[in-house]
């Protein structure tokens, strides 16, 4: 079976739809859409965003099996990230861990002790943040060296 394209505003778009119907999602602002992920079956992804990006559980349960039903028909063309993009896709890796928002956080949260900046070659960019804690560097390199490496892959 092929599967047709759709932009991530579309996707992000059926997904919000899906979502309004179900009383589970009372409390979902807004998610965006993002990809290539490495999930069977999909090169797409999504990420909540809204009010304090967070939602229940059991309307985290509900998007998934709305993403789940809606990869099965649908890819995302490919395209290139813009520096949001990159930022939303490096926060969401960051949230849906507890023990690394936790550790990134503990000095103010990560984006707001992180800087963007273009770098020469490829990839053209990268995230950086202070801290001492060296583990929780470490952390932030590896989430910025796999979103790094999607974005290679589109």
Known sequence: MVKERRSAEELRRMMLAAARQSGDCSELEDLFIFGPAPRPDA???????????KVSVACYTRLNRIASELQQE?????????????????????????????????????????TFRKVEGRPNWTME???????????????????????ELE
């Open 43 to 53: 090169n797409w992804g999504f990420g909540i965003a809204g009010k304090d990006n």
């Open 74 to 114: 649908f890819e995302l063309h490919p395209v290139k990230a813009a520096r949001r993009e990159i930022e939303a896709r490096v926060w969401s890796l960051i949230h849906d861990h507890p023990t690394l928002k936790a550790s990134l956080s503990q000095a103010g949260g990560a984006y707001e002790i992180t």
């Open 129 to 151: 943040r202070n801290t001492d804690d060296r583990l929780a560097k470490a952390a932030f390199e590896r989430v910025v060296r796999s979103v790094q490496t999607q974005i």
